[in-house]
């Protein structure tokens, strides 16, 4: 078992940006991959980035230049930094880890609003 727990959310203005971070305890040491989902209101969940336990990470053309993940293997968290935010960037942000047997946890989200 996993927990996930994410911080960092917010309301910003078009242009700023936010920071978000994700706390993972549990079976850490079964983890592979974690990163980040998004979901807007009306709109399928989508990958925004990821990272691996070695370091390879993956974005979304939509967030590419504008975004980082990093991870913190010492303190099982995981971070994305968020900049340039557009409003098309508002949705609820969802960390998620995938185990190395292929099962994934999620947490259960913070909202990022992002004003025009």
């Known amino acids: 078992q996993v927990r996930l727990v994410e911080s960092g959310g917010g309301f910003v203005q078009a242009g700023g940006s936010l920071r978000l971070s994700c706390a993972a305890s549990?079976?850490?040491?079964?983890?592979?991959?974690m990163g980040w989902y998004r979901q807007a209101p009306g709109k399928q969940r989508e990958l925004v980035a990821a990272?691996?336990?070695?370091?390879?990470?993956n974005y979304a053309d939509s967030v590419k230049g504008r975004f980082t993940i990093s991870r913190d293997n010492t303190k099982n968290t995981v971070s994305m930094q968020m900049n340039s935010l557009k409003p098309e960037d508002t949705a609820v942000y969802y960390c998620?880890?995938?185990?190395?047997?292929?099962?994934?946890?999620w947490g259960k989200g913070t909202l990022v609003i992002v004003s025009s």
């Open positions: 998620y880890g995938e185990l190395y047997d292929g099962m994934d946890y």
């Open positions: 549990g079976s850490i040491f079964s983890i592979n991959t």
């Open positions: 990272i691996t336990s070695g370091g390879s990470t």
